[in-house]
């Protein structure tokens, strides 16, 4: 048996009860203008072919994640 003074009441709070579902960040697929720039600060020799593969294998591996 419970005594009524030893019950504890308070008001229903919904947050109490429910799971914080975190937020995925969307990142934007990457271009071919994004992979030169980068290859250029990177001091890399590169042709269309090599911004091409890299552009598909960059973007396929954030689809991914």
Known sequence: MV???EV?????VLEDF?????RV????PVSKKDVKKLANEL????DES???FAKKMI???IKKR
Do not use: C, D, L, M
């Open 8 to 12: 504890e009441v308070r008001s229903f």
């Open 50 to 52: 090599h911004i091409a």
């Open 43 to 46: 001091g890399t020799a590169y």
């Open 3 to 5: 005594k009524a003074e």
């Open 18 to 22: 429910t799971v914080v579902k975190r």
């Open 59 to 61: 973007n396929a591996y």
């Open 25 to 28: 960040p969307q990142i934007e």
